[in-house]
Protein backbone atom coordinates (compact mmCIF):
# COMPACT_ATOMS: atom_id res chain seq x y z
CA UNK A 1 0.00 0.00 0.00
CA UNK A 2 1.30 3.40 -1.07
CA UNK A 3 1.57 5.59 1.99
CA UNK A 4 -0.53 9.17 2.03
CA UNK A 5 1.31 12.03 1.39
CA UNK A 6 0.82 14.24 4.50
CA UNK A 7 2.46 10.45 6.54
CA UNK A 8 4.81 10.77 3.72
CA UNK A 9 6.31 14.59 4.61
CA UNK A 10 5.15 13.90 8.50
CA UNK A 11 8.08 11.47 8.11
CA UNK A 12 10.01 13.46 6.19
CA UNK A 13 9.71 16.40 8.53
CA UNK A 14 10.72 13.95 11.17
CA UNK A 15 13.70 13.01 10.58
CA UNK A 16 14.73 16.47 8.78
CA UNK A 17 14.27 17.18 12.89
CA UNK A 18 16.35 15.13 14.19
CA UNK A 19 19.11 15.38 11.88
CA UNK A 20 18.67 19.27 12.34
CA UNK A 21 18.58 18.48 16.42
CA UNK A 22 21.43 16.05 16.43
CA UNK A 23 23.22 18.82 14.17
CA UNK A 24 22.84 21.86 16.49
CA UNK A 25 23.79 19.71 19.57
CA UNK A 26 27.32 19.34 17.63
CA UNK A 27 27.07 23.16 16.41
CA UNK A 28 27.07 23.68 20.31
CA UNK A 29 30.54 22.27 19.96
CA UNK A 30 31.87 24.82 17.62
CA UNK A 31 30.66 27.99 18.67
CA UNK A 32 28.34 28.10 15.54
CA UNK A 33 24.83 29.12 14.91
CA UNK A 34 22.37 27.32 12.92
CA UNK A 35 23.00 29.90 10.37
CA UNK A 36 26.85 30.44 9.86
CA UNK A 37 27.17 26.42 9.79
CA UNK A 38 24.97 26.74 6.75
CA UNK A 39 27.22 29.22 5.12
CA UNK A 40 30.69 27.34 6.25
CA UNK A 41 28.49 23.94 4.50
CA UNK A 42 27.55 25.91 1.62
CA UNK A 43 31.48 26.94 1.04
CA UNK A 44 32.85 23.40 0.02
CA UNK A 45 36.60 23.37 0.16
CA UNK A 46 36.62 21.29 -2.68
CA UNK A 47 34.76 23.67 -4.99
CA UNK A 48 35.70 26.96 -6.08
CA UNK A 49 34.71 30.32 -3.60
CA UNK A 50 31.48 31.74 -4.13
CA UNK A 51 30.14 35.26 -4.61
CA UNK A 52 28.89 36.37 -2.03
CA UNK A 53 25.40 37.34 -4.37
CA UNK A 54 25.20 33.68 -5.04
CA UNK A 55 25.86 32.23 -1.57
CA UNK A 56 22.63 34.42 -0.48
CA UNK A 57 20.65 32.59 -3.25
CA UNK A 58 21.55 29.01 -2.33
CA UNK A 59 20.94 29.84 1.16
CA UNK A 60 17.32 31.40 0.15
CA UNK A 61 18.33 34.62 2.29
CA UNK A 62 18.92 38.40 1.57
CA UNK A 63 22.72 39.41 0.77
CA UNK A 64 22.82 41.62 3.82
CA UNK A 65 22.48 38.50 5.74
CA UNK A 66 25.28 37.04 3.86
CA UNK A 67 27.21 40.20 4.80
CA UNK A 68 26.48 40.29 8.12
CA UNK A 69 27.04 36.29 8.96
CA UNK A 70 30.21 36.85 6.98
CA UNK A 71 31.40 39.17 9.35
CA UNK A 72 30.88 37.45 12.15
CA UNK A 73 32.29 33.61 10.48
CA UNK A 74 35.40 36.31 8.74
CA UNK A 75 35.96 37.60 12.70
CA UNK A 76 36.13 34.09 13.78
CA UNK A 77 38.51 33.52 11.17
CA UNK A 78 36.97 31.28 9.01
CA UNK A 79 36.50 33.19 5.82
CA UNK A 80 37.59 35.94 4.13
CA UNK A 81 36.01 38.07 1.50
CA UNK A 82 38.43 38.46 -1.69
CA UNK A 83 37.68 40.07 -5.08
CA UNK A 84 36.46 37.91 -7.86
CA UNK A 85 39.16 35.88 -9.85
CA UNK A 86 37.53 37.59 -13.08
CA UNK A 87 35.41 40.54 -11.99
CA UNK A 88 36.30 43.06 -9.43
CA UNK A 89 33.19 44.06 -8.79
CA UNK A 90 32.05 41.05 -7.55
CA UNK A 91 33.36 39.48 -3.77
CA UNK A 92 33.34 35.93 -3.01
CA UNK A 93 33.51 33.96 0.24
CA UNK A 94 36.22 32.03 0.85
CA UNK A 95 37.33 29.57 3.49
CA UNK A 96 40.62 30.50 5.70
CA UNK A 97 43.50 27.43 6.40
CA UNK A 98 41.05 27.56 9.66
CA UNK A 99 37.72 27.32 7.99
CA UNK A 100 38.58 24.11 5.87
CA UNK A 101 40.34 22.58 9.30
CA UNK A 102 37.04 23.55 10.96
CA UNK A 103 34.99 22.81 7.40
CA UNK A 104 36.39 19.23 8.14
CA UNK A 105 35.84 18.60 11.64
CA UNK A 106 32.21 19.90 11.67
CA UNK A 107 31.41 17.74 8.58
CA UNK A 108 33.37 14.71 10.35
CA UNK A 109 31.37 15.16 13.47
CA UNK A 110 27.74 15.74 11.80
CA UNK A 111 28.00 12.83 9.42
CA UNK A 112 29.37 10.58 11.93
CA UNK A 113 25.75 11.32 13.92
CA UNK A 114 23.74 11.15 11.27
CA UNK A 115 20.68 8.87 11.06
CA UNK A 116 21.46 8.41 7.31
CA UNK A 117 24.31 6.38 8.86
CA UNK A 118 21.48 3.88 9.92
CA UNK A 119 21.17 2.80 5.86
CA UNK A 120 23.10 0.50 4.04
CA UNK A 121 25.19 1.64 1.76
CA UNK A 122 22.81 0.22 -0.89
CA UNK A 123 19.82 2.35 0.77
CA UNK A 124 21.70 5.71 1.00
CA UNK A 125 22.73 5.02 -2.64
CA UNK A 126 19.01 4.66 -3.22
CA UNK A 127 18.14 8.01 -0.91
CA UNK A 128 20.31 9.84 -2.64
CA UNK A 129 18.93 9.53 -5.78
CA UNK A 130 15.72 9.95 -4.79
CA UNK A 131 16.43 13.45 -3.26
CA UNK A 132 18.09 14.41 -6.04
CA UNK A 133 14.70 13.42 -8.16
CA UNK A 134 12.69 15.73 -5.36
CA UNK A 135 15.48 18.71 -6.02
CA UNK A 136 15.60 18.86 -9.57
CA UNK A 137 11.98 18.76 -9.77
CA UNK A 138 11.60 21.46 -7.58
CA UNK A 139 14.59 23.41 -9.40
CA UNK A 140 12.39 22.95 -12.90
CA UNK A 141 9.21 25.08 -13.54
CA UNK A 142 5.42 24.15 -12.26
CA UNK A 143 2.87 23.75 -15.05
Not at 35 to 62: F, H, K, T, Y
Not at 78 to 96: I, K, Q
Not at 103 to 111: F, P, Q, S, V, Y
Amino acid sequence: MEPALPELLTQLFDVADTARAEATATLAEFELSGSQAGMLWALNPALPPVPMRELARRLLCDPSNVTLMSAKLEKAGLVERRPHPSDGRVRVLALTERGVEVWHKLMDRITATSPVLRLSSAERRRLAELLTKIQNSADSPRP
